[in-house]
């Protein structure tokens, strides 16, 4: 069944607590955590204090997607602060087995992600060490951003991968993912929907989380 990850980035940060409830009231599988660094990506979100908070709401799993230079660093305090999984670029890790191997070892999921730009064909080594993949499917860095149509076939051929190599793998998809295309992507490979504005600027939130997965099924 296709997982729902409400994008944390889109919520009232001023009413967290309410917000973290009401997605999983909806029936959220995964909380979906972005965090940014000025650097990578055009924009500052939060760090592990926050992932800490957050932790200390729900029992749900953290998806946590690093969109920051040298993401090894950073491991063990984000494992600290109570991520469940740690998805890294590859653009950003010089050394991307080795800091898959990493994240194993603090007992985390491990995940990689693609911007738009990168090609599938960079997974290929990597697919059979990895639990997640992320194909973003905006330029990263802020939300709200339409959908890149050209995506669903990278997110096929993706798919296609995986399934000869590792089929296993969580196939994620992050960016302008909506009532709209929910279905089109699962169709295409992908298993777990991340949204943030789809869902957290809606009326009704928990509705939102509904629907996105009624829309998934087609």
């Known amino acids: 069944m296709t997982k729902i990850a409400p994008s944390i980035l889109s919520a009232n940060f001023s009413n967290l607590e309410q917000q973290v409830r009401l997605v999983e009231k909806g029936g959220a599988d995964w909380i979906h955590l972005d965090i940014m660094d000025g650097h990578f990506v055009p924009n500052i979100t939060f760090g592990p204090m926050i992932v800490r908070v957050i932790r200390s709401l729900t029992k749900l799993p953290l998806d946590t997607h690093l969109m920051i230079e040298k993401p090894e660093r950073y491991l063990e305090e984000f494992r600290e602060a109570g991520s469940d999984h740690v998805t890294v670029h590859v653009e950003t890790c010089l050394h991307l087995h080795r800091t898959i191997q990493q994240i194993h070892k ?113």
């Open 106 to 218: 603090l007992g985390m999921k491990a995940g990689v992600t693609l911007n738009p730009a990168t090609p599938a064909s960079s997974l290929r080594e990597i697919l059979p060490d990895v639990d997640i993949v992320l194909v973003m499917t905006v330029n990263p860095g802020f939300g709200g951003q339409k959908f890149i149509r050209s995506m669903l076939q990278k997110v096929g051929e993706i798919s296609g991968m995986v399934k000869s190599t590792n089929p296993g793998i969580f196939l994620e998809v992050d960016g302008g993912v909506g009532l709209n295309n929910a279905a089109v992507l699962v169709k295409a490979g992908a298993n777990v929907l991340v949204a943030g504005n789809a869902i957290f600027s809606k009326r009704s939130i928990a509705h939102a989380v509904m629907g996105l997965r009624k829309a998934a099924r087609g």
